[in-house]
């Protein structure tokens, strides 16, 4: 690979001259350039670069649009993000999110598949600490005063069947077409399902009853309210509920 790209070096007895001279002579002009005209750099941390309302720095939240669905956590490559409790401006308790800034690696991952916009991205980078606890962000330090549009990085996709037929300006949200799907013979009605959907999708219903005469309870869900967190998935304990994709 290397001596493919040695017919573009000069060759002969001052060829070796030339390889440190050229360089050399490029960084001179560079130097000069820079000295008697604006310079390239600036006088950090006096001076900072403009930075784009969609700078991808440390995730922010907006504390009352989130849900507690803990689909960031489950997007997350790195693991870093915790769902914990949390007090409301109520005194109520309700889940939020934790990010361990140490190991974040500022993909904006949990901005992008977060169903209600609550996990937002900043353009704030300096984040030198101490300790590692320090980089550990709950739900309150994670907030950002005045989050403007640019930081909510929506997620929309294409799906291949639209793709398949022309349709090329229909892009989707993963969870308004990804829902769940019930298997009614592995169901046993625990209820486990309902207690753990963070938008209340999910209703019991009787479906008629056993050889015994006990009525059966069966999950129904409101898929308008679902935004596929899958947390009914992980809880039911006969993995009788599943995810349908939308393709």
């Keep these: 690979m290397v001596i493919k790209y040695m017919d573009k ?5 001052n060829a070796r001259t030339l390889w440190v001279l ?10 000069f350039k820079t000295t008697f005209h604006r310079p390239v750099t600036i006088m950090y941390p006096y001076e900072k670069e403009w930075l784009p309302d969609n700078y991808r720095g440390r995730p922010g939240l907006i504390f009352d649009k989130c849900i ?3 689909i960031c956590k489950r997007r997350c490559p790195t693991q870093c993000i915790d769902i914990i409790e949390s007090a409301d401006d109520a005194d109520k308790k ?16 949990c901005a992008e598949y977060c169903p209600t916009n609550a996990m937002i991205v900043t353009p704030d980078y300096e984040l030198a600490a101490y300790t590692r606890e320090e980089l550990i962000y709950g739900p309150r330090k994670l907030a950002w005063a005045n989050p403007t549009e640019g930081m909510k990085v929506h997620l929309e996709e294409h799906l291949m069947s639209n793709l398949a037929v022309g349709e090329v300006n229909s892009p989707v949200a993963f969870y308004d077409v990804d829902k769940p799907e019930l298997n009614a013979k592995k169901c046993i009605g625990c ?6 959907c963070p938008t209340h999708a999910i209703e019991m219903y009787t479906a008629g009853e056993n050889d015994k005469g006990k009525p ?4 129904k869900f409101d898929l308008g309210k679902c935004v596929c967190c899958e947390n009914c998935v992980d809880e039911c304990p006969k993995d009788a509920i599943a ?5």
Excluded: D, H, S
């Design 22 to 31: 050229k360089p050399m002579w490029v960084t001179l002009k560079k130097m």
């Design 94 to 109: 309700v889940l939020r999110p934790q990010v361990n800034l140490g190991r974040c690696m500022m993909c904006g991952y």
């Design 216 to 219: 059966i309870k069966l999950p």
């Design 191 to 196: 209820t486990r399902c309902v207690k753990v």
């Design 9 to 13: 070096y000069p060759k002969g007895k």
């Design 243 to 247: 995810i349908k994709e939308a393709l």
């Design 68 to 70: 507690g669905c803990g």
